[in-house]
């Protein structure tokens, strides 16, 4: 099987990197979650419900759907402040980097190796950082970056309305390999986030440092 | 929601197989047969739940449309356990009055090839003009996908679609449009079913899709048209004859927190056959409904035909310093200042200041001589202009004798500070240069503290 990727990106400047980062990952996990699965007598199963809330951006002149659940909403919050943290080091190079947003598999393996982890879809945003002095050179940043925004948003769902691959649904005892059972509210495809950062005061894209962050465990 | 059915997907997983969701009791093990001419039907349970499905999808894809354009965010809880009322296991409110017009629409029949469903959206301003926002359109296709499970495939489909339609009904223009609406212009909707009508849009509006789901019965396919030109362009409506759409067909919603002064209660007296709900589907007696305002707090629907709405808008309170459009009078066309020169001496020779006079004659070079109506000293300046008393508001007389224009005019011409004066300057310099050893150590004596007062600052 293979990995469907898709790549975006975006110009903005490091203090709208955190919210670009949050729209366009919860946009696309609108889409990969469900409710909770109750599993009940003779294989049966029912699912909870979803709900949505909207989100108002402040750094950006776009408004957002996310699903409404805290922990998960923090979740990603922690993985972008990351992000965002580790690409202060390469705003004065003025370079760029990217985060992925990764739905896999687990396929649990034979004799005594670990669980392998197969993606299935990968979404990654490129972005590449702006130093602006003027004020109007950011107002006009605030919207071209709000309907950039919104053109990925618009393409997330063109993207998911294609019913391509999509892990099929498990039985009870198969759950966890397909999706996260720690969220209380929601249930989440498997996925975690990944961000790849140029090296910063060098000035050039050398040696990416990769970071995997395990998506939250800890709840 | 959840029910009992038993469904055995050989594209499973090894080893499973699932019991899926929707509210029969009927257990479906086959959704296609063929039948003896060879063509390939959908079995009746499945035609029932598909048909079901659409309808629901219907209805809550016309909710999500209204409520993203009510001007509020929104916001629902995920639980755990749904209730029947979570189709597609997603959390969306229904709106009352939204579902009764959508049902009223879809209570002859649902969306199918050549019928499609449409959610028009459309501004309107206090002066009565209206503008064609967006047109979302839910259609099926002719195009049918035999080999999709109905019972499971096509209702989590469905519910993609719908999380989608969320998704993408905040990135168009008109959602920033709607959340901006208030006194000034509200958004309206309507619902129709039929032939989906763009000419609303203007000219060079872009068309997306929102996305598809296969089904044995067709495809059904969500798209949205919109507007890319919002310059205003007004569309007053002379004649219903002249309308092909009346602006009094649409509901209106009024999501702003105005004061009750802007409360509009709905006419009794609504038109019937004038509403253009739907086509001649609709029997004339589904037409003559009787539209009460059904308002909640916060939400408002306004009746449509409602002949006193530009009257009741037209007589809302007006902010500070707005002048009414009654009050506006034309420019006069006396001279500025006319009422100055009524204290002016009649000359013998007629009032040249009232009439133009003529050029003068510049290239001449001859000096102006007092008769020359341009002639002026300063004795005449004093005498042509009356002082007036400019008081600054709130002032007392006790404590600030002096009217404002004495006051300004006292610091338009300061005096000179001498240190700018020509002989200054370079004596200045000279002191400036003897005194700057002894400046230069006490400063060196001081850069402890200096160093002090810096580091508060950091």
Known sequence: MNCRTQSFEVSLEIRQLEEAVLAVFHSALLHRITGKFHYKREGTYSVGTVGVQDVDCDTMDLTYVRVHSEPLDRALRRAAAEFREAMRGAAAAGGGGQISLEFYQRKRSRWLFSDECIPWEVWTLHVRLLHLASEPDRQVCHERVGETLAEVIRSIAVVINRHEYMPKMPTESELPAVFQTGFPDVQPYLHRVAFTVPDGPAGSVGTAVRRLIKDTLAL | MWCRQQCQAPCLAVGAWKRLAIASQVDCLQTTHMTMDGTREISLQDKKDLEKFLK???????????????????????????????????????????????????????????????????????????????????????????????????????????????????????????????????????????????????????????????????????????????????????????????????????????????????????????????????????????????????????????????????????????????????????????????????????????????????????????EDPYSTTSDDLQDDFIIVDMKPAFSKDDFLPMDLGTFYRGFQNPPQLTCFTTGSISQSMAAEFELLPEKLAAYEASMEEFDAFVETLQ
């Open chain 2, 56 to 370: 629901f999808f219907a209805f809550k894809t016309v909710q999500v449309i209204v409520q993203g354009r009510l001007g509020e965010k929104i916001s629902t809880c995920s639980t755990a356990a749904s209730s029947g009322s979570d189709w597609f296991n997603l959390a969306i409110k229904d709106i009352p009055e939204v579902s009764q017009e959508a049902k009223k629409v879809l209570s002859t029949r649902i969306p199918a090839v050549g019928f499609p469903m449409c959610v028009e959206i459309s501004l309107k301003t206090c002066e009565g003009d209206s503008m064609g926002l967006e047109v979302w359109s839910l259609e099926v296709h002719e195009k049918c996908d035999w080999d999709v499970k109905v019972s499971h495939t096509v209702y989590n489909r469905l519910s993609l679609l719908l999380k989608s339609l969320l998704s993408v009904t905040r990135v168009t223009p008109a959602y920033k449009l709607s959340r901006k609406q208030g006194p000034d212009f509200v958004i309206l909707y309507r619902v129709y079913l039929g032939e989906v009508q763009m000419a609303c849009l203007g000219e060079g509006f872009q068309s997306m899709r929102v996305g598809a789901v296969g089904t044995p019965m067709g495809t059904v396919i969500l798209g949205c048209a919109y507007r890319t030109n919002l310059a205003f362009m007004s569309s007053r409506k002379g004649t219903e004859e002249d309308v092909e759409v009346s602006v009094e067909d649409l509901c209106t919603t009024s999501f702003s927190t105005s004061p009750a002064s802007q409360v509009i209660p709905p006419s009794p007296e609504h038109g019937t056959n004038t509403r253009g709900w739907a086509l001649s589907d609709l029997d004339a007696e589904q037409t003559s409904m009787d539209l009460t305002d059904t308002s909640r707090e916060g939400l408002r629907i306004i009746g449509i035909s409602n002949p006193n709405l530009p009257e009741v808008l037209a007589n809302r309170k007006s902010g500070a310093f707005v002048s009414r459009p009654g009050t506006q009078t034309l420019p006069s066309l006396d001279p500025p200042f006319s009422s100055f020169l009524t204290n002016l001496p009649e000359q013998d020779d007629g009032d040249n200041m009232m009439n133009p006079p003529d050029s003068p004659d510049m290239e001449s070079g001859s000096p102006r001589t007092p």
